[in-house]
């Protein structure tokens, strides 16, 4: 039903599905209460390569697994997945609310217009957050989401443009309650230029590339980069590597029964003792002790 992942964690398409060759522009929106039964209301940890997904919980709760963490969540609940993110669900029965799933080509295209751009950064991020349920963000959410559910059932002429202006209230809202967003707005040479180097860190860091790699691939100047991964994401082109590395370092411990060596030259390091110091330099833990941890 899935294609594992070097690191073993499950890859999927769209809910358990065989992985296929993404549909370009996929759109798919549905109720959490007509899929959760069906698998026990658990969805084991997986990710989808092409897929962001938003999910609005309306009713009840449950324990959100992403990236390794997990977090005890109440409706009403915000959670936003961009696409590569481990994540995984165990619901309490009777729980409902909304999923909607994008592909990263139609995202990409929604976020690109002019009145959208300075909200491309908080689509790089997961967010994951509880809404004041006395306030009117829940349920404007609710109608967003619910509006989102009727236009793709709807198939006609302008459904998909409505389906992004109501994206964009969604992100609009993620901005409002917490996602990080550069203090200065990109424009869109920079905008574009960090996702071609997102794109290329994706492809890459198993080879361990340096900053200089990147800067020459991208024809762009080491300041350069820096600049526009500081404007971008806060902080500097090597952090952004790095963290990528932690990221599926950690993927490998958690989901994984590689040992640490075999792990370390998965990543490209060739020695599993600087690896092992890489480790706990970046997250404050060595490999061995961050994978028993409670």
């Not at 590569?84 to 080509?105: E, I, L």
């Not at 929604?110 to 306030?135: F, H, N, V």
């Not at 203090?183 to 994706?202: C, H, I, N």
């Not at 994401?233 to 994984?256: F, H, N, T, W």
Request: aromatic share 10%; glycine share 6%; hydrophobic share 45%.
């Amino acid at each position: 039903m899935s294609n594992p992942a070097p690191s073993g964690i499950r890859v999927y398409d769209l809910y358990g599905d065989p992985l296929l060759d993404p549909v370009p522009g996929f759109l798919h929106a549905e109720r959490i209460g007509a899929r959760a039964p069906l698998h026990g209301w658990t969805i084991a940890s997986h990710r989808h390569p092409e897929l962001s997904q938003a999910f609005l919980f309306t009713e009840r709760g449950g324990v959100i697994s992403l990236e390794g963490r997990e977090i005890p969540f109440e409706a009403p609940w915000l959670l936003w997945i961009p696409a590569g993110h481990v994540h995984g669900f165990t619901f309490r029965p009777g729980t409902d609310g909304y999923v909607v799933t994008v592909a990263s080509d139609f995202l990409a295209g929604a976020l690109a217009r002019e009145t959208s751009r300075d909200l491309q950064p908080i689509a790089e991020r997961a967010l994951a957050a509880g809404l004041p349920a006395a306030e009117q963000t829940a349920p404007a959410l609710e109608r967003c989401f619910a509006a989102i559910l009727h236009e793709i059932g709807l198939a006609e002429r302008g459904a998909r443009a409505a389906v992004a202006a109501h994206l964009d209230l969604v992100f609009v809202a993620l901005a409002r309650i917490g996602a990080a967003v550069a203090d200065t707005p990109l424009d869109d040479r920079q905008a574009a230029l960090f996702r071609a180097f997102r794109k290329l860190v994706e492809q890459h860091y198993r080879q361990q590339w340096s900053v200089a790699d990147y800067a020459e691939a991208l024809a762009i100047t080491r300041d350069r980069l820096h600049d526009t991964c500081r404007r971008a994401a806060g902080r500097p082109a090597i952090d952004v590597i790095q963290d990528r590395l932690v990221i599926e370092a950690k993927r490998a411990l958690i989901y994984s029964t590689l040992s640490v060596a075999e792990i370390a030259f998965d990543l490209g390091f060739r020695d599993p003792a600087y690896f092992s110091r890489f480790f706990s330099r970046r997250t404050g833990r060595a490999p061995s002790a961050f994978r028993h941890a409670p």
